[in-house]
């Protein structure tokens, strides 16, 4: 009897043993995966730092690049003078009127507090008003 006793101890003891072998390995494989995981998106300091400095070298070696003068259709003396026109004229007729002598849309958004796109808005009206005058005269 206590042979017997002791065989169902150790038989228990044993499916014991596979039970936590089996949670450790179960365990084991998510922890892999997890790892897996994180290698394929972690970057390492040591690269990140290598890129840095390959990209600043790249900058520090290239010249700055000159920025370009806009160009001026118009004095811009006479621009200023056009736009300084009495303060109760609004900023519309004023641009109308440079449009008329031939003020760009940098001008018109410089001088009048106009957007781009007015300033562009009123450069194409003017441009169709002056081709319908032209082609009436002929």
């Known amino acids: ?44 300091t040591s690269m990140l730092v290598a890129v840095l400095s390959r990209v600043q070298r790249t900058l520090e070696a290239k010249p700055a690049a000159p920025v370009p003068e806009p160009v001026r259709e118009r004095s811009p003396v006479r621009v200023r003078e056009v736009a300084s026109v009495a303060p109760a004229v609004s900023s519309y007729d004023v641009a109308r009127r440079l449009v008329s002598e031939g003020a760009g849309a940098d001008q018109l958004v410089e001088h009048c507090g106009l957007s781009r796109g007015e300033a562009e808005l009123l450069r194409s009206l003017h441009a169709a008003r002056e081709g319908m005058v032209s082609s009436r005269q002929q």
């Open 1 to 44: 009897m206590w042979l017997e006793l002791g065989v169902a101890a150790l038989a228990l003891l044993v499916v014991g043993q596979g039970v936590v072998l089996w949670q450790v390995r179960v365990e084991l494989k998510r922890l892999r995966a997890v790892s897996e995981a994180a290698a394929l998106t972690d970057v390492p």
